[in-house]
Structures are given as structure tokens and as C-alpha cells.
């Protein structure tokens, strides 16, 4: 969620040029991409060239939407270019998903993945209430509706190679669903909002609550993104607290291949401390799948979107692909 005003101007820390810090845990480093499967037609740089002829399998884009608790939730599909099933990427916007991400999403096109992207129950026109839980609810529907069978076989995904991609609030929810999934599920998280974290802190931080309850009323009112109360928003995340801050699911997602990838410019919640302890918690609990990156930037990133798009599809093709329990599919 992006709330507090962010200054456009560097903080005294970054006179040293950090453009990219890479942090290692298990000390694993980046190996050369490769693609996903055979038969797909992928160049050598996603992020800028576009992918190769394919014939009657070019790259594509379907609209789609799918029912979540009873209302519908409206999406679309990116369709790589190739023949044959492609690992899918599950891609989560933030609150209220000004910034959609997809860019990134053409660029993990371009590398030979699926990509589906939906709005949640109440934002940008789909259905129904907006809510966290709500929210959280929808991705679990996601996650069943790329594993149907019917659905595998009309759009050619894989959904035995599956990735959540999410962005502030979709990064929270990422790490929040990622939890209740299987080890091979790999996970992208960037300036992942700590839901949970803010919970536990409004009550006795009452500027901060105020500030938030005034961006909720400011995106949920006549005409605007999100249907929803606000002040149920605000009451949620005080009653979650505990139970949505992903500081405590370290031993649920130790096992999973996960990027973190954090802003210098960004507010407490979402930066570069919190990321640094999720990971320092994972590790703690035996984790040594996670990679944790830095760009000095803003939270949506503005400065770093070829390099960002890159980052993504590197690790999908090396960190992601080469789990082994994928080893054989590749």
C-alpha cells in the first residue's frame, strides 16, 4: 500500500551509487538463464527483444474472468509463443494497483511464461466487496483455476511449474498464499507490504492508523478503484495483526525458491529492513532458497524497470527452473 509522501531526493546514505546490491542467502549465485521448456521460441533478453517467430504458436493475449465466492473477477492472459505447455506466473497488484506491473509481464511473456494477471473481489470493476481477506481468498481461487485441468489444456499452461509475482499489497499476498502452498511454488515478492506488521502497530501509533484510514477513504470513494468501507479495511488489519504478519511464516516459506526485491526509498512496512528480516527469519529457520536485492529507488520502482524486468526473468529461468523436483519437466 503506498501511503506516506516519498521524496524524489536521495537520502544521504546513497552518495555511493547502489544501483543493485545483491544480498545471498545460502550464497547461491545467479546461473546463465535457460529456457523453459523445449520448443519454446525465447530471445536472449526478455526484457527488450521480442521473442522469436513461431508460426501458428505466436504470443498472444486472451480476456478471461472467473467467479471468486460469487462475484466475478475480471483478467487477461499473456500467452508465450511456442507449441507445447508453459510454466504460468501468477501476477498479484498492489493496493489499489496503479501500478500494474505489466511490463514485467510482457518481459516473462517474452521468456517463455504464461502470465495471468486479475483484479480482486471490489477493485478496478470485478465484483463484489474489496477486503484483505477477500483478497487473499481470490488468490486462492486463482491458484485453482490455472491448476483446472480444463483450463491447463485451452491456455497450454503447466501448472506443475507455477510462480506468484506480487508488488506492495501483491506482495503480501503472495507470501501470505505462498505459505499454504507446495515447496516447488516459487515466489517474487516486491516492497512487500507487511499487512500484519501495520495491524499490530495502529493502535498505539494513532497518526499512522489516521493516515492510513485517510488513503483508504481517498481510494474508496464515489468513483473510485476500490469498493469497500474503509473503516472495515482498517479494522481487519488490526484483528489479522498477529496472524497476517509474514515475519512469522519464515518456517512456511523456508522451502521455497523466493526473491525479495526492495526500494531504499520506501516507507518502513514495505523497505528494506522488513525484507532483510523476512529473510534473516527464513534463514534462521533453515531457508536457503532466497534471494534478496536492493535498488535504490521508489517504491514503484520508477528508475528500474528494464533492470527489474531482467532481475525477474533471470531468476525464473535459474533459481525457479532448476528446483529438483523440475529438473525432470525442463
Known sequence: MKLRTRSRHRPPHAGIALALLFIWVGGCALVPPHPPSSG???PQDPARQDPLPAGDAAASMAEISFPSHGARLNGLIYLAAGA???PIVILLHGYPGNERNLDLAQAVRRAGYDVLYFDYRGSWGSGGTFSYSHALEDVGVALSWVRSPENAAKYHFDPSRLTLVGHSFGGWLALMAAANEPADVCVAAFAAENAGWEGIRFPDHAE?????LDYLRATTGDGAPIHAAPEDILDEMIRQGAAWNYLNKANLLKDHPLLLVAATRDTPEEGVAMHQQLADAIHDAGGKRVRN???DDDHPFSSHRIALAETLT????SDCA???SRRSRD
Not at 499512522?208 to 492510513?212: A, G, P, R
Open 84 to 86: 507445447g505447455a508453459h
Open 40 to 42: 519454446i521460441a525465447v
Open 322 to 324: 532448476k528446483q529438483p
Open 314 to 317: 533471470r531468476w525464473l529461468q
Open 293 to 295: 536485492l536492493i535498488y
Open 208 to 212: 499512522q492508523s489516521i493516515e492510513v
